[in-house]
Structures are given as structure tokens and as C-alpha cells.
């Protein structure tokens, strides 16, 4: 079994960081993409920020130059560094990972969340 936690939002002012982690534990025998992806009540999950295996990254253009993404493969561990936070950034923000559990065998796996509200 294979499961991911987030860890890190909170309650911050405008302009100020947060820094998201998430982490993947269970039998693991690969991880290749991982991602952050967000969303608020009535909307459909949006996505923010990816990195692949091999480092490459993508943003959303809504983040692009404020959020960084970065993962340590040793620790199976994905972060968002979130910069210049404004109230547009309030949403919950899901991790996302594919993970191969053994050869030929891949899944895409979403933890249950964390809150970032960011107030004005």
C-alpha cells in the first residue's frame, strides 16, 4: 500500500511564504512524476506545479516566479516553496504522485490535502 501526506499549509498574511511537503511511504519501488495541484470549494482541482523524475519542472502561470518545486528522491518527498502569497493562493493544495509499487506497474496517487489561507 501506498499512501502520500502533505504537511506545511497554514494561515498567512499577504506576502509571506509557506513552504508544503509531502511524503510517500508504503512499498515503493519507484516514483516518477510528482505534482502539486489545488482547489476550492465548487471548483474543479487545478493544477500548479509538477516535476519529473529526471528534475524538469512546469508551473501554472498563476504561480510561475513565486512557487518552486523541488523533490528529494532519497526521501520520497515532494515541497512547494511558496513565495509572495496573496489571497488568489487560498485553496487546499493536494500532492500528487505516480508510483510504481513493483516492475510494469504504475499509479497515480493524491494525499488528502492541507489548507492554505492566505489573508489580506
Known amino acids: 500500500q501506498v499512501r502520500l501526506v502533505e504537511s506545511g499549509g497554514g494561515l498567512v498574511q499577504a506576502g509571506e511564504s509557506l513552504r508544503l511537503s509531502c511524503t510517500a511511504s508504503?512499498?515503493?519501488?519507484?516514483?516518477?512524476?510528482m505534482g502539486w495541484y489545488r482547489q476550492a470549494p465548487g471548483y474543479e482541482r487545478e493544477f500548479v506545479a509538477t516535476i519529473t523524475a529526471g528534475g524538469s519542472t512546469n508551473y501554472a502561470d498563476s504561480v510561475k516566479g513565486r512557487f518552486t518545486i523541488s523533490r528529494d528522491s532519497a526521501e520520497k518527498s515532494v515541497y512547494l516553496q511558496m513565495n509572495s502569497l496573496n489571497p488568489g493562493d487560498t485553496f487546499v493544495y493536494y500532492c500528487?504522485?505516480?508510483?510504481?509499487?513493483?516492475?510494469?506497474?504504475?499509479?497515480?496517487?493524491w494525499g488528502r490535502g492541507t489548507q492554505v489561507t492566505v489573508s489580506s
Open positions: 500528487k504522485a505516480v508510483i510504481s509499487s513493483r516492475p510494469g506497474s504504475w499509479f497515480e496517487y
Open positions: 508504503g512499498t515503493i519501488r519507484s516514483i516518477g512524476a
